[in-house]
């Protein structure tokens, strides 16, 4: 009995132990997720966050009422039979493009001599042969001619530019860009012949004024200068590509275009100067920038 008696309070602190013991435990066991049941649980973001050309927004939500959907269920399908050629060929045409665009670098000094308008409109016309997001055509190309209009354009690319290279743009970045002796001052907006300033449309505004989903709206755009820039160095002409950091909205105000297009690139174009360098820049050969699996 007194053995009983010492042993009690023993017994009851173990019990405490055994007790807290198995609390702690539960409280440590992962939940399980709750079942998640109707459309939200098999919503998906249309597009990766960081592409940031609100795809996942505007394809998501139906909040105004303003979009609409464009249903081409009764699209044609027609036979699409392009030219094979033969494996010498192939290899011919490929080590021949390869050669002419490995020849394409920017060029930051361009001649003001002129060059014909109707070549622009074919490589626009070729830019809009792009790919793009369920055949949006997201893309607006303004061809800038006019004197007054690029000096207007150039005021406001410097203005913004010596900010971006004072302020905004960090020394890692200045740092970055000094070997390229790039700098605010950007006399080929004046001197260029043309200046073409790409616009990616955000979404799409229909005569009613409904909107309509761009999807992949500036992978699309940037796909479309890509061929841009191809068939510019195609055509023997040069240009530098920029990205005039800040000054998109008063550009797109300048040029008078819609809300619903973003600067998203310039391209000043033209014959390379006659006095014209370029930094003598090396491209990663095959094998660093090629995985074969
Ligand atoms: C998205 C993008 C933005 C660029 N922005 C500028 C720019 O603002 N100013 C500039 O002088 N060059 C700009 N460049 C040109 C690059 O500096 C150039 O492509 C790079 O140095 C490689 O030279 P390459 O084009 O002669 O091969 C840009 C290029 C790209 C692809």
Redesign the pocket.
Known sequence: MALLSVLTPVLAVILCLVIGFILLKSREAPSTPPVETGSKANFRPWVDQDLQDDTEITAGEDEDGDWVDISEEDLLHVPYSPKRYSEEMMLQRSQDFYTLMNE?????FISPDPVPQEVINNVIHTAGTSPSGAHTEPWTFVVVSDPEMKHQIRLIVEEEEEVNYRQRMGEKWVHD?AK?R?NWIKEYLDVAPYLILIFKQTCGILPNGKKKTHYYNEISVSISCGILLAALQNAGLVT??????NCGPQLRLLLRRPANEKLL?LLPVGYPASNAT??D?K?KPLDDIMVKI
């Open positions: 394409r670098r920017s060029v930051r860009l390229l790039t530098v590509t920029t990205t005039p950091l690139m370029v930094p820049l491209r």
